[in-house]
C-alpha cells in the first residue's frame, strides 16, 4: 500500500474515533512521524495532504527540512537537550516535549532573538517509567506555571508517551489521566496558559487516545511502515 493509501486509512479511523467520541472530527489533529524516513516519503505524504510531521531528532529534521521544499508545519517530538534548542528556533512551530524549565528557558531565549514565540506542551511521564522523559504528573502544575513566566514561550496543553503494550485498551487510562491533569491544570487558569492541546495516541493506540480527549496523534509507522 502507498503513504497515500495508507494516509486515507488513518484519517478515516480518526473520523470513526471522534464519531464514536461524539466529537468532531476537526479537533483532531494528525502529526505524520517522519523519523528515520527519508524526505522523499515526506514529500510523498504532503502531495497526499498531510501537513504535520513530527520529528524526534535535531539533526535529522534540520537536514531533512532543508531538503524538502513543500509547505508543511514540523513538529518536535523527541527528548530535546538545551543546548540544542536554538536549531529549532523558527523552524519548528510546536515542541511537545518539554519536561523542564532549563529547556523551556533556552527555547525562551532563542526564539526571544527571532521575536517570536514558540508553543509548547508540557511532556508528562504518567506512568513514572525510569526510561521515558517527562516531568512528574506531581509536577507538571509547578512546571506549567514556571514556564508561562517566561517571555517567549507559550504552554498550549500536555503530551505523554505511555508504556509499551500489545494491546491498546491497556494505555486508555494513560491518557485519561493525562486529561484529567489537563483539566485540573486548565482550572488553576495560569495567565497566558492555554490547556487546548492532548498530544497522544500513537500507530497501535490513536482510536483510544482520540476517545479520552486527543487533539494531536502522532503516528509514525502506520503511515509509513515498519522503521
Ligand atoms: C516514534 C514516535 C511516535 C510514532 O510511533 P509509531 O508507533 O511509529 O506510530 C510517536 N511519538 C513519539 C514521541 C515517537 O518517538
Redesign the pocket.
Known amino acids: 500500500m502507498s503513504i497515500a493509501q495508507r494516509l486515507n486509512q488513518i484519517r478515516s479511523r480518526i473520523e470513526e474515533a471522534a464519531a464514536e467520541a461524539g466529537r468532531d472530527p476537526r479537533t483532531v489533529r494528525l502529526v505524520a ?1 517522519s ?1 528515520t524516513r527519508p524526505p522523499e516519503d515526506v514529500v510523498a505524504a504532503c502531495r497526499a495532504g498531510q501537513v504535520i510531521f ?1 520529528e ?1 531528532y535535531v539533526q535529522e529534521l534540520t537536514a531533512k527540512a532543508a531538503g524538502i521544499p513543500e509547505p508543511l508545519e514540523w513538529h518536535f ?2 527528548h530535546l537537550q538545551s543546548n540544542k534548542a536554538k536549531y529549532l528556533a523558527g523552524l519548528v512551530t510546536l515542541v511537545h516535549s518539554v519536561d523542564r524549565l532549563s529547556l523551556a528557558e533556552e527555547i525562551s531565549r532563542h526564539w526571544g532573538r527571532l521575536g517570536r514565540c514558540c508553543d509548547v506542551l508540557v511532556q508528562v511521564n504518567i506512568a513514572g517509567e525510569a526510561s521515558k522523559s517527562g516531568t512528574t504528573e506531581t509536577g507538571a502544575l509547578q512546571l506549567v506555571r514556571d514556564i508561562a513566566l517566561l517571555p517567549n514561550v507559550r504552554v498550549r496543553g500536555l503530551m505523554t ?1 505511555p508504556p509499551f503494550f500489545d494491546d491498546p485498551e491497556a494505555a486508555r487510562p494513560y491518557f485519561a489521566e493525562l486529561k484529567r491533569l489537563s483539566d485540573l491544570i486548565a482550572g488553576e487558569a495560569v495567565p497566558g496558559v492555554e490547556m487546548k492541546e492532548l498530544s497522544m495516541g ?3 493506540d490513536f482510536e483510544a487516545a482520540i476517545q479520552e480527549g486527543a487533539t494531536l496523534v ?5 503511515i509509513f511502515g515498519e ?1
Open positions: 512521524v523519523k513530527g524526534n517530538i523527541g508517551m500513537m500507530s497501535g502522532r503516528v509514525g509507522t502506520a522503521r
